[in-house]
């Protein structure tokens, strides 16, 4: 009889395990540039919440942008959601910008913090606006709008999948504009103004979605937190999959390594060469780079120091400037900005690489060419008097010193001898 009234309560008990298990969501943070390392661990969190039983996902965003490939990667795993994921610019003063933008359109609810923005989605080129011309007059050539015809058609299918405001879409895209939270949401881009998750969760209760051709309702009444973090091996990596860190990288690597191949036994130079050598490497397994880029960098390199050899009046110093710029613009292939190494960082990198080649460079040069003045190496060049006559080998006095001395010739009493080399304790001179 007792194991027939245990029943009821263990199916009880069996049953509310369940719902509470259920009544959960997933919380992934989006912070900073979008790329590689960012893609894989949302996928692979997006994954991992569906298989835990999440009811839903938050996304809580804050970008200025990123990799175009890293952002469709994102998106193609909140399209294919088999639960929701909204979309949270959050916390207050977050953006939603470039790659943001996209993803924010394609999330199932799309929501803001006050004080956010979202927007500014045009591809740029730093190069192409730097070498824009066009026999006609049109501003733009055509591989450039390929590349925006295809970003707006992009946009415009993403707005038109979830519902919202496609004429915004296009012309965030084409015109870059940017909204802020109130506008966004006016307009139709966004679905909830929310101040805190807790205000968001609020708003979500109830909420009736369309997810995957079925109806979908909200259910957040004492629903639990679960977060999806970053392992400590992404966070790691995630430092180093930066468009700036990876360029840095590269500079501090020429520089260092060039030094210690100039003057072998430095030691300090090159360590920290080979380190940011490694560095980079890592960097480029994770944002793939151009190599044309790569090879205008070294160029520029090759150009600043031929200019300390050989007078050229500034004429291999301005080559040098406009490879490196060239190639800095060129060195990641990313339309989105927050993709690639901004003109101002470009610019203030020129005039760092400037000064330290013409400073510190110049300096070690010289004191290469240098001759040296002390020790025994001090003695080549020096003039000493022949002490007494001799023919092959004799004695010679130089700085005060008495010197054995070897001599291809025959040496007078006081005759002028140079000294050209050291052999042993032995003097090779020659007459002055």
Same mark, same amino acid.
């Given at each position: ?238 430092? &180093?999959?930066?468009?700036? !860190? ?5 500079? /501090?690597?020429?520089? #260092? $390594?060039? @030094?210690?191949?100039? %003057?072998?036994?430095? &030691?300090?130079?090159?360590? !920290? ?5 490694? /560095?980079?490497?890592? #960097? $480029?397994? @994770?944002?793939?780079? %151009? ?14 120091? /031929? ?126």
């Amino acid at each position: 009889m007792k194991k027939i009234r245990l029943l009821p309560v263990l199916f009880f008990l069996a049953l509310s395990v369940n719902l509470f298990a259920e009544n959960k969501y997933a919380v992934v943070e989006l912070s900073g540039s979008v790329n590689p390392i960012v893609a894989q661990y949302l996928t692979e969190a997006m994954e991992k919440a569906v298989s835990d039983g999440n009811q839903f996902i938050v996304i809580q965003m804050d970008t200025p942008g990123g990799l175009m490939d890293a952002m469709r990667e994102i998106i193609k795993s909140i399209l294919t959601s088999k639960i929701p994921v909204v979309v949270y610019t959050y916390p207050k003063g977050a953006q939603a910008a470039s790659a943001g933008g996209f993803i924010m359109l394609a999330s199932h609810v799309a929501a803001m913090a006050p004080g956010t923005e979202i927007g500014a989605m045009h591809p740029v080129s730093p190069m192409l606006d730097f070498m824009k011309k066009d026999r006609q007059g049109d501003p733009e050539g055509v591989m450039e709008k390929k590349v925006l015809n295809d970003t707006i058609a992009y946009a415009r299918s993403l707005a038109q999948k979830r519902g919202r405001n496609v004429d915004w879409a296009v012309d965030a895209v084409s015109r870059a504009i940017s909204n802020s939270y109130k506008e966004a949401h006016k307009a139709g881009v966004i679905d909830i103004v929310a101040e805190d998750m807790n205000d968001l969760l609020k708003q979500l209760n109830n909420r009736t979605i369309d997810l995957n051709g079925e109806r979908f309702t909200f259910k957040t009444a004492n629903i639990q937190e679960v977060k999806y973090l970053m392992t400590w091996k992404q966070k790691m990596v995630n430092r &180093f999959a930066d468009p700036q !860190i990876i360029f840095l990288l590269f500079i /501090l690597a020429i520089a #260092g $390594i060039g @030094i210690e191949f100039k %003057n072998p036994g430095m &030691f300090v130079p090159g360590i !920290i060469g080979g380190v940011a050598l490694v /560095l980079f490497l890592l #960097g $480029i397994r @994770i944002i793939p780079i %151009n190599g044309l880029g790569l090879i205008l960098i070294i160029l520029a390199f090759t150009l600043f120091i /031929l200019e300390l050899k050989f007078q050229s009046y500034g004429l291999l110093t301005a080559g040098g400037i406009v490879s490196f710029f060239l190639g800095a613009t060129i060195l990641f292939d990313s339309p989105l900005p927050g993709g690639g190494i901004p003109l101002s960082s470009i610019i203030a990198m020129i005039i760092v690489v400037l000064a330290f080649v013409f400073l510190v460079v110049r300096s070690v040069i010289n004191v290469h060419k240098a001759q040296v003045t002390t020790g025994r190496e001090g003695m080549i060049g020096e003039e000493g008097t022949a002490l007494t006559d001799f023919s092959g080998t004799g004695k010679i006095s130089v700085h005060g010193e008495i010197w054995n001395a070897e001599f291809p010739g025959e040496a007078k009493k006081g005759d002028r001898l140079v000294v050209e080399s050291i052999s042993g304790m032995t003097l090779l001179v020659r007459k002055k």
